[in-house]
C-alpha cells in the first residue's frame, strides 16, 4: 500500500519536472508567461495566476499576464501597472519572502485597485518571489483555491515553480537581448556594405578598363 501523502508528494514531484522541462524548452517569453500561468492554474487548482514583473527603471509592477476564465480579462492584466512598494505583491519583492494570505480584505497590504482595474474578486491568494542569482525580478501569484483553503504545501509547491520560472525567465531574456544584438549587427553591416558598394564598384570598373 502506498501512504496518500507520500502518493501525492510523488505526483506534484513528477509534474514539477514536467513543468520544469516544458519551462526550459520555451525561449519567447511571452509563450514562456502564458505556458507557466496554465500549468500553475491546473497545479494549484486555483481560479488564476499572475507573473507580475518589476520595472526597475520606472519602481513599478507590471501584470504581464494571467490566465482566468472570463474573455478579455487576461488582456487587461498585460496593461496594469502599480507601484513597487504597494500590496502583497510588493512586500515580497521588497522583504523576498512568500506570503499566504487566506482572506485578502483583513490585510492591510492589499491592493484593491488590481481588483477594481480587472472586474475580479480576489479572496485568498499566495504570493512567491521570483528569484534570480542576483536579484528578485517579480512575483508569481496563485489567487483563490477552488476546493478548499490554501496550505503551507500550496506555497512550497509555488516556490518551487517560482524558482524553475525564475530561470526559464532570465534565460529568455538573454536570449532575446542575444537576437536583439545580432539584428543590431546585421543592420549595421548591411549599412556598412551599402556604404562601400560605390566605392566596390568604382574600383572593379578601374582595374577592368583598359
Known amino acids: ?96 519572502r512568500s506570503q499566504i494570505v487566506l482572506d485578502v480584505d483583513q490585510d492591510p497590504r492589499f491592493y484593491s485597485k488590481v481588483d477594481d482595474h480587472t472586474g475580479t474578486k480576489t479572496r485568498s491568494i499566495i504570493c512567491a518571489p521570483l528569484r534570480t542569482k542576483d536579484r528578485t525580478i517579480g512575483v508569481l501569484e496563485a489567487i483563490n483555491k477552488l476546493q478548499g483553503v490554501f496550505t503551507i504545501e500550496d506555497v512550497r509547491l509555488l516556490e518551487a515553480f517560482a524558482n ?27 549599412y556598412l556594405r551599402e556604404a562601400m558598394a560605390p566605392v566596390v564598384q568604382f574600383n572593379t570598373i578601374v582595374g577592368e578598363s583598359p
Not at 520555451?26 to 499572475?50: C, G, K, M, N, Y
Not at 488582456?75 to 522583504?95: C, M, S, T, Y
Not at 537581448?177 to 549595421?188: D, G, I, M, P, Q
Open 1 to 96: 500500500l502506498v501512504d496518500p501523502p507520500l502518493e501525492r508528494h510523488v505526483r506534484e514531484l513528477q509534474a514539477l519536472y514536467e513543468i520544469g522541462q516544458a519551462l526550459s524548452s520555451v525561449h519567447d517569453l511571452d509563450s514562456l508567461l502564458q505556458l507557466a500561468t496554465e500549468r500553475v492554474v491546473t497545479l494549484l487548482d486555483i481560479q488564476s495566476a499572475s507573473i507580475i514583473l518589476l520595472d526597475e527603471d520606472r519602481d513599478e509592477l507590471v501584470f504581464k499576464v494571467a490566465d482566468d476564465s472570463r474573455v478579455g480579462h487576461e488582456q487587461h492584466l498585460r496593461e496594469f501597472r502599480f507601484p513597487a512598494n504597494q500590496g502583497i505583491a510588493g512586500w515580497v519583492i521588497h522583504e523576498g
Open 164 to 190: 524553475q520560472l525564475a530561470l526559464a525567465l532570465e534565460n529568455a531574456r538573454l536570449i532575446q537581448e542575444l537576437r536583439a544584438a545580432r539584428e543590431r549587427l546585421s543592420e549595421e553591416n548591411r
